[in-house]
């Protein structure tokens, strides 16, 4: 199967052979492919008049390139791109004065398409705004963060934000069934097995340019496999083994500074919460595949120790701070043990948010000026002076009482019958509730 062999041999990845010509041949994103969609009515010849330059936010691989480019060949338009990577206020300039001729000289209007928009400065940013707002080109900005955080606002109020979805499955293996077929993919050379194609859908994570990275780098390692020169009546079948030798692990989607870090560390605190050990496991193993800190991890184990359990278990922050302690011991990998050991106990204990409540009421009286003065019998009485002051004066120390403890004020007087911390029903604040209500019937005299 020599022709399988040298299928690969110097030619352009199959994500970017395989990227779609037309609006027709785009995968997903139905929601935004609608007819009369400002994307539909943008690739059309006839929507020169009115057009909006757009903000493409989504995850990579779900098509924000593929759109623009379908965009631009569809309607005709002059395409010009520049990545925020490597392009600047000059780059962007000259654009802008090239895309004003060709639109007077030649009635040609240009899509600008600006990969990963918010690498760009501020001050890059609004070098886009005259040519945005004066209509001398269509901006089409991609990213993968959240625009409302990483592009100026007079931009964006310009611009129509759409968002992106990663790929369904089905969308996948659409994609992943046409590049097995299509000339420009692999040509009918290779078949694919079912649970191979399911692999690939599953590594991909919703990302089409995962897929047909894993699909190409499964292919190359079944080529190498065949003899030199050996004709075949049948084509080569990618298996699922072949997959997996090709794809070591699965191809994770998380940006340690973007949403995808945001909304996995919320999960994994929700997951421990709402007390299921599976998906708190799930989502630590997410986030340590991913070369998160795993210090970040322990000090977020340790926060919830405090604020989600408190003293319905006391030795949840023990355990938390223990794993805090392990992980700077001993590093990583070896780390994830008591990381995944402190998730385990945290998720399985007994919940209760009644510290945090407790001292945020107490803070929220302090900065409402909710205070009074210190009862004159709490006040120091160790310097010269003070007694004549009554400082100290009443004071009953409660180690002298057979109980441990007296009826006294504490609170300023304005506060007295304030109560912060109030104790749930659950684990270990059971037994703290029932002495707790004995000792206020003592201190506060009933």
């Known amino acids: 199967m020599s022709g399988a062999q040298g299928l690969f041999s110097g030619s352009t990845p199959l994500a970017v052979r395989m990227r779609p010509r037309s609006l027709d041949e785009v995968a997903g994103q139905s929601h935004l492919l609608t007819p009369g969609s400002p994307l539909v009515s943008l690739a059309s010849s006839s929507a020169e008049q009115g057009a909006v330059s757009l903000i493409l936010w989504g995850p990579p691989g779900t098509g924000k390139t ?43 209007s240009t899509v600008l398409f600006l990969d990963e928009i918010h690498r760009f400065t501020k001050s890059q940013q609004d070098a886009l ?23 100026v606002a007079p931009l964006l109020s310009r611009s ?16 992943i069934n046409r590049a097995i077929s299509d000339e420009r993919g692999l040509g009918g050379r290779f078949a694919l097995a079912d649970d191979a194609r399911d692999d690939i859908v599953r590594l991909a994570s919703g990302d089409a340019r995962r897929a047909l990275t894993a699909l190409e780098a499964a292919a190359m390692s079944v080529a190498a496999s065949l003899p030199p020169g050996e004709e075949h009546d049948e084509p080569p079948v990618i298996t699922a083994e072949a997959v997996s030798l090709a794809v070591d692990r699965a191809l994770l989607r998380y940006d340690r500074k973007g949403d995808e870090h945001y909304d996995v560390i919320s999960a994994f605190i929700k997951s421990i919460r709402g ?26 184990i340790i926060v919830h120790a405090a604020e989600d359990i408190g003293m319905a278990d006391p030795q949840a922050l023990v ?6 302690t392990a992980v700077q011991l001993i590093g990583m990998p070896e780390g994830r043990i008591p990381l995944a050991e402190a998730v385990i106990y ?8 009644s510290v945090i409540r407790g001292i945020d009421a107490a803070i929220s009286d302090v900065r ?23 400082h100290g004066k009443g004071y009953v120390y409660p180690h ?14 304005t506060l007295r019958k304030r109560r912060y911390y109030e104790p749930t029903e659950h684990g270990n604040e059971r037994d703290v509730s029932a002495r707790l209500q004995k000792l206020l019937r003592i201190i506060r005299g009933g």
């Not at 089409?140 to 990483?150: G, R, Y």
């Not at 129509?160 to 994609?175: A, N």
């Open 400 to 413: 002298n009482s057979a109980l441990g403890v007296v009826e006294q004020q504490y609170l300023p007087t």
């Open 66 to 108: 593929t759109l623009a480019q379908a965009i631009a060949h569809s309607s005709g338009r002059r395409f010009v791109e520049l990545s925020a990577v490597t392009a600047g206020v000059k780059d962007v300039r000259e654009v802008m004065e090239s895309s004003l001729t060709q639109r007077d000289l030649y009635g040609q």
């Open 346 to 353: 945290l998720a399985t204990a007994p919940k209760s948010p």
């Open 129 to 151: 705004l005259p040519g945005v707002e004066n209509g001398w080109v269509i901006l089409i900005a991609a990213t993968t963060e959240n625009p409302s955080f990483s592009v």
């Open 368 to 390: 409402a000026g909710k205070m009074g003065p210190v009862p004159k019998h709490l006040r120091d009485a160790h310097y010269a002076g003070a007694k004549k002051l009554g």
């Open 275 to 300: 007390s299921d050990p599976d998906a708190a496991l799930h989502y630590l193993a997410r986030m340590i595949e991913a070369g998160e800190d795993p210090r970040f991890i322990a000090r977020r």
């Open 319 to 324: 355990v938390a701070t223990s794993a805090a």
């Open 160 to 175: 129509l934000l759409l968002t992106l979805q990663p790929l369904g499955d089905d969308d996948l293996r659409l994609l």
